[in-house]
């Protein structure tokens, strides 16, 4: 998410003592959960909040976006919650053999089919997220894209993954959700969030 840099930017992200710089580290040795792309950081601040049991790292590219979701999380001081602002292409040395679950809510579609490689379940991700999973690979997708979604479902397959549960209609089901802005968003406009939940 591009966007201007708020005036609190450069004060919010120097007095952050979550934000991982060089090593992770949490104080408990816990499952580790990260959303890719968290925007304004709503979904990873409340799974952090709900699940003590689980540590979480929010990722983003854009400093001016997490920015944002930092100030929010500054509120709570949780100890299970971190923030990384880096590109997830350049995590693989940080993040080896670290991660349990991967969530992807509303990454950006790259409709576009020469920008195929972007897209965050791209094959060129897929082996990324190999190198970044501990044992079991658990990717957990919303969005409100049906190319994006029907292109994952195909690249998770091929990639060797079952998809365990699937949804065109999340807000129908019983499934466990917490909603994040770009959600609040194109539920409001009538679209239906589809979701996947993916294991290898
Ligand atoms: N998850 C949030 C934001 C969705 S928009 C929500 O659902 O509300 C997608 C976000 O992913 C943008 O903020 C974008 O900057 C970020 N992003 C896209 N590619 C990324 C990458 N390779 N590494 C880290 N963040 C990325």
Same mark, same amino acid.
């Given at each position: ?40 950081g ?5 799974m ?14 854009y ?17 299970n919650?971190r923030i ?12 080896? !053999?670290k ?6 809510n *509303? /990454?950006?579609?790259?409709? #576009?089919?020469?920008?195929? @490689?972007?897209?965050?379940t ?8 190999d ?7 658990t990717?957990?997708?919303k969005?409100?894209?049906d ?14 993954y ?14 466990? !959700? ?7 968003? *194109? /539920?409001n406009?009538?679209? #239906?969030?589809?979701?996947? @939940?993916?294991?290898?």
């Amino acid at each position: 998410m591009r966007m201007r840099n708020p005036k609190y930017k450069d004060e919010v992200i120097n007095n952050c003592n979550f934000l991982i710089t060089d090593e992770i580290s949490f104080p408990k040795d816990q499952p580790l959960h990260i959303e890719i792309g968290m925007g304004k950081g709503n979904f990873i601040l409340n799974m952090a909040l709900n699940n003590p049991h689980i540590n979480y790292i929010g990722i983003e590219k854009y400093s001016s976006v997490a920015s944002i979701a930092i100030k929010k999380m500054m509120d709570y001081n949780l100890p299970n919650l971190r923030i990384i602002i880096s590109d997830i292409a350049n995590l693989s040395e940080l993040l080896k !053999n670290k991660v349990d679950v991967i969530y992807l809510n *509303f /990454s950006d579609p790259w409709p #576009k089919k020469r920008h195929a @490689k972007r897209r965050l379940t791209s094959k060129e991700f897929l082996e990324l997220y190999d190198i970044l999973f501990k044992d079991k690979c658990t990717i957990i997708q919303k969005t409100d894209n049906d190319d994006l979604f029907t292109f994952s479902v195909d690249s998770l397959k091929e990639h060797g993954y079952t998809i365990e549960e699937i949804s065109y209609d999340l807000h129908n089901t019983d499934i466990d !959700n917490i909603m994040t802005e770009y959600e609040e968003k *194109f /539920s409001n406009m009538g679209i #239906k969030i589809k979701y996947l @939940k993916a294991t290898k």
